[in-house]
């Protein structure tokens, strides 16, 4: 803590890994030796740089950028680029440190990174946000390259914002390395299921867990928050497999639906029109727009948070399960606080951490790269049956790794544990580097 003073979110990250650990280390005496701990919480680089650009009245806007390289044990740095006003080094950290594990248990090479602005990409132009993106680009190419570092996109940054990106990477390189950017768009080196795999990905791990009861999405009532990429495409496998969403939300409030999303309206609004969530309530009768409360309020038997960190605390997890909550599974990162996890996993309900349950959309992201390194592109019916492989392997990987280590059904120490097994293993390996 004395050595990365008021980075919270950071803090709480290690924190919660390193809980579990405890064991692990026990069974590996050279760990201590190597300090393989300290070393696997300091980044290897951290790189931040101004973002000048000119909005459209003409004055000129000074951002700041990150890019947190945190570990290439696996692989390349791979993670996404975050554009919200609330990013700061401290939550560049967290979203870094998560990736190591979670890119980790995906099983494929890459390494953890992440990287953004607190550009706030609401409320402005395309121009705007082209600019913006061009800016940050022109300092963060350099450090870039499918075999060093490989970003994508993360909350306020999708196919429009890669694309920018991807555009302004090109033209100052002279180069079209595919492989240096992934959530990229069909026509120019993306993989289909990419936009789908973080939201497929969170049900089809939701799913693996409740069928370790017993049970399926079959008749459940869902909740999803957000209603960006991630909660999208979560709505859209929930209903697939005969679950009903009957609520989702934004930052400012949250619609309840009985009848159940109809994810056309909801698309229109949130893809197309870039609206609000309350745009949803007056084109639909059987929708109701709630802007105080909480979304956890609604009685549902699975959640599922997919907005942003710590946006589920304890009180509200209480209050899920006094309502009969049987699953949560995290599609966002960090979302519910360690109070609130706590809650879950005293209560027996089955809860599957973002590390683990959200890990469907880098791992597409490594399929994107193979695609990119072979200079194929896969169907979507492929595609999608290696993503669900992959979550049914996180899955069971997290629960084995759990039952060997004496706390079977707690995903939080499966996720953890085989996380950082494969991670050490290469440090190890590597020597003091
Ligand atoms: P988007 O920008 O597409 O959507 C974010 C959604 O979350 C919006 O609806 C936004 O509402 C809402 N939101 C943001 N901040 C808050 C807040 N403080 N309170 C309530 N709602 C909020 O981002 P994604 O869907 O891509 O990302 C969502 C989460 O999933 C993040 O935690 C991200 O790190 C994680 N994730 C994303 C992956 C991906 O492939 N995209 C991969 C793995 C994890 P508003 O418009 O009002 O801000």
């Given at each position: 803590?004395?050595?990365?003073p ?6 709480q ?13 026990a ?5 201590i030796?190597s300090?393989i701990l ?13 973002v000048?650009?000119?909005?459209d ?5 000074v951002n700041?950028g ?10 390349p740095?791979?993670g996404?680029?975050r554009f919200?006003p ?6 560049i950290?967290?979203?870094?440190f998560e ?6 248990l ?14 706030d ?14 800016s ?11 075999y ?5 996109g993360?909350i306020g940054?999708?196919g429009?914002e890669?694309?920018y ?8 390189t002279?180069?079209?390395e595919s492989g240096?950017?992934t ?5 120019w ?5 990419r ?8 049900v089809?791990f939701?799913?693996?867990?409740l069928?370790?009861r017993?049970?399926s ?5 869902v909740t999803v928050?957000?209603?960006?990429n991630v909660?999208?495409y ?12 009957i609520g989702f ?7 309840v639906?009985e009848?159940?999303v109809?994810?056309?309206l ?6 197309v ?9 007056d ?6 727009y709630?802007s105080n ?8 038997d699975?959640?599922?948070?997919c907005?942003?960190?710590?946006e ?6 209480a209050?899920?399960i ?8 995290e599609?966002a ?6 109070e609130g996890i ?8 089955l809860?599957g951490p973002g590390?683990?349950a959200n890990?469907g959309g880098?791992a597409?992201?490594a ?14 019916e492929?595609?999608e049956e290696r993503?669900?492989?992959i979550?049914r ?8 790794t759990?039952?060997s ?5 707690d995903?939080?120490?499966?996720a953890?544990?085989?996380g950082?097994e494969?991670?050490?293993a ?7 580097v």
């Amino acid at each position: 803590v004395a050595r990365n003073p008021g980075e919270a979110e950071f803090h709480q990250a290690v924190r919660e890994v390193f809980e579990s650990l405890e064991p692990v280390v026990a069974r590996h005496p050279e760990y201590i030796d190597s300090k393989i701990l300290e070393r696997i919480c300091e980044p290897e680089r951290q790189i931040i740089f101004r973002v000048p650009w000119v909005d459209d009245k003409g004055e000129v806007q000074v951002n700041r950028g990150f890019r947190v390289e945190f570990n290439s044990a696996l692989g390349p740095y791979k993670g996404g680029l975050r554009f919200h006003p609330s990013v700061y080094l401290g939550v560049i950290k967290f979203l870094g440190f998560e990736q190591i594990f979670k890119n980790s248990l995906t099983g494929l090479p890459i390494g953890g990174g992440k990287g953004g602005s607190d550009f706030d990409p609401r409320g402005k132009s395309d121009g705007e946000v082209m600019r913006f993106c061009q800016s940050f680009m022109t300092e963060l190419y350099r450090h870039l390259g499918e075999y060093t570092d490989v970003p994508a996109g993360d909350i306020g940054v999708g196919g429009r914002e890669i694309g920018y990106m991807f555009g302004q990477y090109k033209r100052i390189t002279n180069r079209y390395e595919s492989g240096v950017l992934t959530g990229k768009g069909i026509a120019w080196g993306g993989s289909l299921v990419r936009t789908e795999a973080t939201g497929y990905g969170t049900v089809v791990f939701a799913d693996e867990m409740l069928k370790t009861r017993g049970e399926s999405f079959d008749g459940k009532r869902v909740t999803v928050s957000g209603s960006g990429n991630v909660a999208i495409y979560a709505i859209e496998k929930v209903h697939q497999l005969g679950g009903t969403v009957i609520g989702f939300s934004d930052s400012t409030g949250y619609i309840v639906d009985e009848a159940g999303v109809d994810l056309d309206l909801l698309k229109q609004i949130k893809e197309v029109e870039r609206g609000r969530v309350s745009d949803y309530a007056d084109r639909r009768q059987s929708a109701t727009y709630q802007s105080n409360g909480s979304i956890w309020d609604v009685p549902v038997d699975v959640a599922l948070p997919c907005a942003t960190q710590n946006e589920l605390n304890g009180e509200q997890a209480a209050t899920l399960i006094r309502n009969g909550v049987k699953a949560v599974a995290e599609g966002a990162n960090m979302p519910t606080t360690p109070e609130g996890i706590r809650a879950f996993q005293e209560a027996k309900i089955l809860y599957g951490p973002g590390k683990a349950a959200n890990a469907g959309g880098v791992a597409t992201s490594a399929l994107e790269m193979q695609q990119n390194a072979s200079r194929d592109s896969w169907s979507f019916e492929y595609t999608e049956e290696r993503l669900t492989s992959i979550m049914r392997n996180i899955h069971d990987m997290c629960a084995e790794t759990a039952e060997s280590y004496g706390a079977p059904g707690d995903y939080v120490v499966g996720a953890n544990i085989a996380g950082f097994e494969k991670v050490a293993a290469a440090m190890q390996a590597f020597g003091l580097v």
